[in-house]
């Protein structure tokens, strides 16, 4: 096993949002309150360059607490999807 696997599951957020130069960080400030800092980010434009796709692995958070984050994330009015999963070590 590499030093670098992770050792709990790892939850994947897929965010489809508008590509304005506030959306990351107003997406990323979802995650602070539930003193959580992410894995991994990546952020892809699409369409155009009209949006971004962010890919947000978070290891070791719960169901609950990723049903919590993101369904805040749906009620911003940057985001227009959100996708969870959670991958097994």
């Given amino acids: ?3 670098f696997a992770p050792q709990h599951s790892v939850t ?3 965010i489809h949002a508008e590509a304005g130069p ?3 960080p107003r997406v990323l400030e979802y995650f602070t309150p539930h003193n959580v800092v992410p894995e991994g980010l990546t952020a892809i434009k699409v369409a155009g360059g009209q949006m971004i796709h962010l890919m947000i ?4 958070i719960d ?3 990723s049903a919590i984050i993101a369904e805040k994330l ?3 009015v ?3 999807q959100v996708v969870v ?3 097994r070590p």
């Fill in 1 to 3: 096993m590499s030093a």
């Fill in 12 to 14: 994947r957020f897929s």
């Fill in 22 to 24: 506030s959306s990351l």
């Fill in 57 to 60: 692995d978070v290891a070791g």
């Fill in 63 to 65: 169901a609950a607490r």
């Fill in 74 to 76: 749906r009620q911003s």
């Fill in 78 to 80: 940057v985001v227009n």
């Fill in 85 to 87: 999963k959670c991958r």
